[in-house]
């Protein structure tokens, strides 16, 4: 272990027990190994005794290590560290996150980031990744293309999550269809739409999800013969009665509902509303807003299965309807 200057983003004592618990995880130190004792990691650190055992004891609360009267402090156990490297937050994205986590035995460490869709802070957070981590699990930055970034990535220790419509086979995933059963879920919701005059979209500019949802979107109006409309100027939507929406983000649904309610109209009677991706507010907001939606907590305990286990895992996940009172 290396001395370094310790930030202020998190206690010394969070700091230092991470700092054994990598070391640990890079095989610097393996099972039954004698770790530095508490003076000699106070002077090399600059810190006080009192962190150091603290440190100590935050690590054997997880396992990792242990005590006695003449070894002293020694490796008990192994750490796993994994990289859970997601797009933006989303309440959806909590849901996969605390499921991911909550399989995982306290040996496992995960660390969280989000890459924003930046491609150049993608490719910085995978670049000084490899070599510290067991396990990557990564939402990839585009549904169209495999990011080279992640041939840095032993295949075996990757897996894709979400987007996928590219070649994969080398690797495990779990993937949502933007296409196909995107199509399908519609159609089962195909006698709703009978009842409003015309069905939007909406698709802003700025919206990271996969621009052939529209082809299927349209494909799907085209055969049950529904007026359609694709708007991206969503900012300054006018809700309109007699219209169904489909709403990809969470902003955009509190905007249609903000809108109809401005114009004296109600969701559900005088207009649809149609939410893509699952939260749990859309069970209460206006007596509940209809979502097509994959199970984001089967995605995170499928995830953990494959940290756990190491079995290869290529699977999408089907897209559902929870039909509320909004459609």
């Given at each position: ?9 998190s ?11 990598q070391a640990?995880?890079m ?14 990691l ?8 009192d ?8 690590l ?60 150049r802070l ?21 549904n ?19 987007f ?22 519609l ?9 409003y005059?015309?069905f ?7 919206l ?45 649904v ?13 969701c559900?009677?005088d ?34 299965r494959?940290?756990l286990?190491?079995v290869?895992v ?14």
């Amino acid at each position: 272990m290396d001395a370094k200057m310790f930030g202020q983003q998190s206690s010394k004592v969070t700091q230092l027990a991470d700092l054994i618990s990598q070391a640990i995880s890079m095989r610097e130190f393996r099972e039954g190994d004698s770790l530095p004792s508490i003076n000699e990691l106070s002077r090399r650190y600059g810190v006080s005794r009192d962190t150091v055992f603290k440190a100590f004891r935050d690590l054997m609360e997880r396992g990792l290590i242990g005590s006695t009267p003449r070894k002293g402090y020694f490796v008990t156990g192994q750490v796993t560290k994994v990289l859970l490297l997601l797009d933006q937050y989303t309440p959806f994205k909590e849901t996969l996150y605390n499921s991911f986590v909550s399989r995982l035995p306290v040996s496992y460490k995960v660390d969280l980031l989000f890459h924003q869709y930046n491609e150049r802070l993608f490719s910085t957070i995978v670049r000084e990744s490899v070599g510290k981590y067991s396990k990557f699990v990564v939402m990839n930055i585009d549904n169209e293309r495999f990011s080279s970034s992640l041939n840095r990535i032993n295949p075996a220790r990757l897996l894709l999550l979400d987007f996928g419509k590219f070649a994969k086979d080398r690797y495990s995933y779990i993937c949502q269809d933007f296409d196909e059963a995107f199509y399908d879920a519609l159609r089962r919701l195909s006698d709703r739409f009978f009842s409003y005059r015309k069905f939007v979209f909406l698709f802003p500019h700025s919206l990271k999800h996969p621009q052939s949802s529209k082809d299927y979107f349209i494909r799907f109006c085209k055969d049950f013969h529904l007026s359609w409309h694709i708007e991206e100027d969503v900012e300054n939507l006018e809700v309109e009665k007699g219209a169904a929406y489909l709403a990809i983000k969470q902003q955009d649904v509190v905007q249609v509902v903000k809108q109809g309610r401005l114009a004296g109209l109600k969701c559900g009677k005088d207009f649809g509303l149609l939410a893509y991706n699952d939260i749990p507010s859309y069970e209460v907001i206006d007596e509940g807003i209809t979502a097509l939606t994959i199970d984001w907590g089967q995605m995170g305990n499928e995830a953990a299965r494959f940290v756990l286990d190491n079995v290869v895992v290529q699977k999408y996940l089907p897209t559902e309807v929870r039909l509320r009172n909004s459609l």
